[in-house]
């Protein structure tokens, strides 16, 4: 399992006073806190020194606003923290634990700013002034994923390890979750890790990569796909040897890229139906994110622990390729763009948030 999860906590608003956790010398697994930059890649990538809300480096997850690059939301272990000046400086409206695929940003007018906060879900319509609970789910929120298709849908995957309940997926038929729907998983599992949710937007099929989270042997985690926007669920893990932790789409043909934790990157051109294994990007498998502007351009997180040195990574091939591109030293928990896709932002787990301009040569 990957380790930049935490318990779910109590949920305060509007807490704005310095954390008690700033500064703090390590961050929850006994990671110990360090600095990875600046430094200058040699693949071209110049990172910025880190940037740490309010002192805090525990942080899994970052959105950038598409249409305003001043404008992040960053979330960890100890809550939600947003910026609207580039970083300089930063408020903590949510506290809590808040996974790495727990925040959402829906571009549109308004942009809609979702957050998983232990087992709360919370909506800003107005770029982080006002947040407001709408739901409330048994288990903690590990996956959020917002379609804005037609009336809209919300999809909320949870951890369900230790829960004697039927395991499924929430939906709510609106972008308010003004009501809930559980929509069980085939032949009821339990114990399963929803680490995260994607949809096409050509096809609205959807997938949702588990991990089972007391690994019974032999070992067959499921890769769940949806084709009646999440009513009915079908495993296409097929011949996957691992479970998954990321999916993207290719909007044009429905390629599917799965990242499953450790082996790296497969791909499936079938829906999920077969799949094809990776060449070289094994030793990947926390963070997978798309270029909107070149589909077959990748980059990908890695863990640091044992002998893998963490770090970013990048593909041209879809993942049959990798090559480094920095942050070696840390686990990449979360990567985003801007709205222009010319610079990377990295979350690095015990160091902060990253910043990169993409050299040209990445560029589509």
């Known amino acids: 399992?990957?380790?930049?999860?935490?318990?779910?906590?109590?949920?305060?608003?509007?807490?704005?006073l310095t954390p008690s956790w700033a500064g703090a010398a390590t961050c929850p697994f006994n990671i110990p806190v360090v600095s990875l930059g600046p430094s200058n890649d040699p693949s071209g990538f110049h990172w910025?020194?880190?940037?740490?809300?309010?002192?805090?480096?525990?942080?899994?997850?970052?959105?950038?606003?598409p249409a305003d690059e001043q404008t992040w939301y960053a979330a960890g272990i100890n809550g939600v923290y947003q910026t609207h000046n580039g970083g300089h400086t930063?408020?903590?409206?949510?506290?809590?634990?808040?996974?790495?695929?727990?925040l959402r940003l829906v571009p549109g007018s308004p942009s809609l700013v979702y957050a998983g906060v232990g087992n709360r879900l919370f909506l800003s319509r107005d770029k982080g002034k006002n947040w407001t609970q709408i739901g409330l789910f048994p288990q903690p929120i590990e996956s959020v994923f917002v379609s804005r298709v037609g009336a809209g849908r919300i999809f909320i995957g949870l951890t369900w390890s230790g829960s004697a309940a039927a395991n499924g997926i929430?939906?709510?038929g609106n972008l308010g979750g003004a009501f809930w729907q559980k929509k069980l998983f085939p032949n009821n599992p339990k114990n399963l890790i929803v680490w995260d949710i994607e949809a096409n937007p050509q096809d609205a099929a959807l997938y949702a990569p588990c991990e089972i989270a007391n690994h019974p042997q032999p070992y067959h985690p499921p890769l769940y796909r949806?084709?009646?926007?999440?009513?009915?669920?079908?495993?296409?893990?097929?011949?996957?040897?691992?479970h998954g932790v990321a999916v993207q789409i290719r909007p044009a043909d429905g390629f599917v890229y799965a990242l499953l934790e450790g082996p790296g990157i497969f791909g499936s051109a079938t829906q999920g139906m077969s799949w094809?294994?990776?060449?070289?990007?094994?030793?990947?498998?926390?963070?997978?994110?798309?270029?909107p502007l070149k589909p077959t351009r990748l980059y990908a997180g890695r863990q640091k622990v044992q002998l893998l040195t963490?770090?970013?990574?990048?593909?041209?091939?879809?993942?049959?390729?990798?090559?480094?591109i920095g942050l070696q030293g840390g686990t990449v928990g979360d990567l985003a763009f801007n709205g222009a896709t010319t610079r990377l932002y990295a979350t690095v787990y015990a160091s902060g948030i990253y910043r990169a301009t993409i050299p040209p040569a990445f560029l589509p």
């Open 276 to 291: 094809t294994a990776p060449a070289q990007s094994q030793g990947l498998g926390v963070a997978l994110l798309m270029d």
């Open 48 to 65: 910025s020194a880190p940037i740490r809300p309010l002192g805090d480096a525990c942080l899994s997850a970052i959105e950038v606003d």
């Open 1 to 16: 399992m990957r380790p930049i999860l935490g318990s779910p906590a109590v949920c305060v608003l509007a807490l704005f």
């Open 310 to 324: 963490g770090g970013v990574f990048h593909s041209s091939d879809g993942g049959s390729t990798v090559q480094p």
């Open 90 to 102: 930063w408020t903590h409206p949510l506290a809590g634990a808040v996974s790495s695929q727990g």
């Open 226 to 242: 949806s084709l009646d926007g999440g009513m009915t669920w079908v495993d296409v893990a097929g011949n996957l040897p691992w």
């Open 170 to 172: 929430f939906v709510s």
